[in-house]
């Protein structure tokens, strides 16, 4: 069973930055997307970002390029979320989540529903 553990979040001035942590363990699958989601109070769940372990393949949203990276590393089972120049719109729950297709801008868009590994939110709250 996969397990995801998301970390790192917390309150921040509009401008500034944070670093949210995930980390993972269980697969029994080769290759998977991994990454993050974001909910904000009254919206649907939106993908944020996703980076593929087969190759390192990343994908944004786009009201996150520029601002906000994501890495993985391999031999601590961890991903990881720079978050910078933080926007109040993007105040929302954070979820670490992660899925054996590989397809990363169609997870991003709409795997929301059918994604079949979630961790536990962490809340983003960036003030103005």
């Known amino acids: 069973e996969v397990q995801l553990q998301a970390s790192g979040g917390g309150l921040v001035q509009a401008g500034g930055s944070l670093r949210l942590s995930c980390s993972y363990s269980?697969?029994?699958?080769?290759?998977?997307?991994i990454g993050w989601f974001r909910q904000a109070p009254g919206k649907e769940r939106e993908g944020v970002t996703l980076?593929?372990?087969?190759?390192?393949?990343?994908e944004y949203v786009d009201s996150v390029k520029g601002r906000f990276t994501i890495s993985r590393d391999k031999d601590k089972n961890m991903v990881y979320l720079q978050m910078n120049s933080l926007k109040p719109e993007d105040t929302a729950v954070y979820y670490c989540?992660?899925?054996?297709?590989?397809?990363?801008?169609?997870?991003?868009?709409?795997?929301?529903?059918?994604?079949?590994?979630w961790g536990q939110g962490t809340q983003v709250t960036v003030s103005s």
């Open positions: 989540a992660s899925d054996p297709n590989l397809d990363l801008r169609r997870l991003l868009r709409y795997g929301r529903h059918w994604i079949v590994s």
């Open positions: 269980g697969f029994t699958y080769d290759d998977y997307a």
């Open positions: 980076i593929s372990s087969a190759d390192g393949t990343t």
